[in-house]
């Protein structure tokens, strides 16, 4: 059986640039012109094989709330990866795309493995950011780059999967959570009374 | 301002030195425009607040360690920014405050108590915050040099700690302040310092509002006590107290009937019938107990006053504990991981996915309110937007002195330490410990310490953060600094080896920072002056261990203003109907027959025409 590593995956970069539609057809492999904003799901998942592992992404979006940058440091938390996006026909997004690493690289963990998508590539006619600065860019912060198109499913399979190469393989001296307890999963711990 | 969470926030270590220096500085430097007032219509009228927080007072931060002639140190991780999150200051100013932090000294002559003057202040002005954000992109090609080479920093950071860390055990390693100011960012220090009883109001809240999922948290693995100039660890339950090494065998025996005889104590009234009148303090006299026990019993497990608790507090001071024992681990406690400032960010992210909006970074000029109806209308935000709602809720330190001129507000005395060792060493160097110790003098407040470790998150290896908490007397430091002494040693490193010989090396201050915090809890909203009656104040920190009061107070105020609807209920479809593309359902979401509640799609959204609007629903699901 293979082993399945939990991975947090986290989205960012301005409103509009498509991070919830990246989700929707790399999860469901499913495009809608009116995505409605992902009320009520705080997270979605799917698993890729790699190497001898399974991958099991835990994709978080932002909720909106990337619109007044109002993205608490626990947002980042625990991250093993975070894809930031941006819009290659606008010019704006590429730019405060450099403003949401810098903010990733203070609040995020330190070994975070970044990936950098420039959405809408169908709408090459409406270019603004030539591949060439985005290349630059990516490659001056050590991150995957990729131009893709969540609408004609381009590179969105290719963004995750480069996402899963970089991980590092588990370490084993890490393992799991370290004794940190999570709520609600009603933890049936020996329930022992006191005396 | 630049941070949020009012005083509930938490700060890596340069966050913490420009909250300190925001709150030293001059309260009235602000220019007033008064364009806001142009806003206000004649049938109504302002109730104007206070644009600067004025709950933080006598704040003093005293370096111990040692200053290694360090110039330009800063944060790894391409930190450089006032607040915890959010807004960024340029690289100028963080430098500036950076420096000033840092003792003026950089000899070790001896521990220097440093005042920041306001006057040198002048590069961070938080009402340009926003125009340095602009700056700021422009700018990034710097910052990009600077991550690198910050991250450089923190790689041999860590390969330091990583050699030492097997001797680590055996002496404490010496951490210099330069060290504490590039690892900064593993600091995550609460300005409350507060546990959850894992039976608490917080941890029912947590769980059945389903935010306790972006949450996760320690169990505190130690009770202490100090007695005679001893900590010492506190057996509490029935395995700690068999295997304890201090008691002896008949004070075992006494320890366990009389707790078992506290978790029901109500189906035993004529144990405690007689004494009902009297103190615990009393009461604890009258049982089977040695001194020692019953110092456990007053001071750490029930954790009340000798001069004030009656019987009946004491009992259900001691039930509680008890109740909560053995739920998550061996103590009553959880702590969470990266403090307790993650509680709130928790409630937001939850609110955030249910499509509540938070305005960040606007600070709020005034209430605008209706002459004829007394009510409030809308409120005024720096910008001059005009903002209606039906119903606000202020935080109490909004208020303008005016507002509060009646009010006569208790303190909090505070302390943070950054230390070396724990204070009471074992094998294991990651305890999470809660102390109290009783005042000298009967009738003065106790005073809680709560040790973490650095697997809770918040600081960096081979250092300690200690919070000291008491109600204030006088000033914190004056509060609390006794107690700082006997516990730790203050002196730099060089005095050390000469000084202490024979009796057991106490663990070193490194860093040290005292304040007083207002608690506005337990005011009565009639107190303040005439606000309209769709006001709602909520206060800040209270002084207790744990958080019932806010959860009460929150729920309070809910349930005024929405009677017929429920607090914070489970969500009706909460992430758990994660879309999964594998097709299987991991996390049993329990909810599952009501997966198409919650959302209420908008006749747009269903023109996609495919019938499907909610796109997590699990018929999507694929095999
Ligand atoms: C460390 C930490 C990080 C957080 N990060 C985020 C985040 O990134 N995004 C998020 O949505 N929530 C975050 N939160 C949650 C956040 O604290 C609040 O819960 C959220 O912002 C709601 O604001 P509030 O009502 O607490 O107001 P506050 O945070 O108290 O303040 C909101 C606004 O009012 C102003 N203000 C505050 N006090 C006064 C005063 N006395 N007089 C006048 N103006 C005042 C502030 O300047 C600020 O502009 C974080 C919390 C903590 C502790
Ligand atoms: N042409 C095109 N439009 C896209 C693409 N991805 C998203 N969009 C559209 O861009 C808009 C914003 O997308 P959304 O996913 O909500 O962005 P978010 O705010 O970043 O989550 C929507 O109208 C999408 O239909 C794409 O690859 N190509
Ligand atoms: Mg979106």
Redesign the interface.
Known sequence: MMAIRELKVCLLGDTGVGKSSIVCRFVQDHFDHNISPTIGASFMTKTVPCGNELHKFLIWDTAGQERFHSLAPMYYRGSAAAVIVYDITKQDSFHTLKKWVKELKEHGPENIVMAIAGNKCDLSDLREVPMKDAKEYAESIGAIVVETSAKNAINIEELFQGISRQIPPLDPHENGNNGSIKLGKQTTQTTRRCC | RNYYGGNWASFSFSGLCSWIRENKQKRDVREESDDWRKLILETEEAISLNMKDNTIQHIEYICYANQDLAEDVNEA???R?LS???V?DNGEATQGSEKECQPVESQSLGPESCEVSPESITCNDPESATER?DA??TS?SE??CD?TSDESA?EKGKMENASTAETAALEPKKITYTQIVIEG?RFNIDLVSKLLYSRGLL?DL??KS?V????????VTRILAFQEGRVEQVP????DVFNSRQLTMVEKRML?KF??FC?DYEQHPNEYEDYKEYKFSEYLKTQKLTSNLQHFILHSIAMVSEADSGTIDGLKATKKF?QC?????NTPF?FP??GQG?IP??F???C????G?????HSVKCLVVDKESGRCKAMIDHFGQRISAKYFVVEDSYFSEKTCTNMCYRQISRAVLITDQSILKTDSDQQISILTVPPEELGLPAIRIIELCS?TMTCMRNTYLVHFTCSSTKTAKEDLEPIVQKLFSLNSETERESENEGGPEKPRVLWALYFNMRDSSGIDKNSYDSLPSNVYVCSGPDCELGSDYAVKQAETIFQEMFPNEEFCPP?????D??????GTQ??DPGFSNSSNV??K??P??N??GDGD?N??SEE?HEE
């Open positions: 991780g391409a930190l920014k915890a999150f959010g960024s954000s700021e992109m990034e910052n990009l991550a923190l960012r941890i947590l769980t389903n306790s999922r972006y949450a996760e948290f320690k169990n509490c339950s029935r395995a366990m707790l078992t978790l008890l024992l053995g739920r998550y681990g959880l991981l990266y993650e960010q928790c937001c992210r939850m955030a996915v249910f499509g909006i938070y305005c960040l970074r697997s969500p009706p479809n909460p992430e109907i994660i879309y999964d593309g594998d991991t996390e919650i959302t799609p908008s747009e959204e023109s996609g609007s796109q997590f999507q």
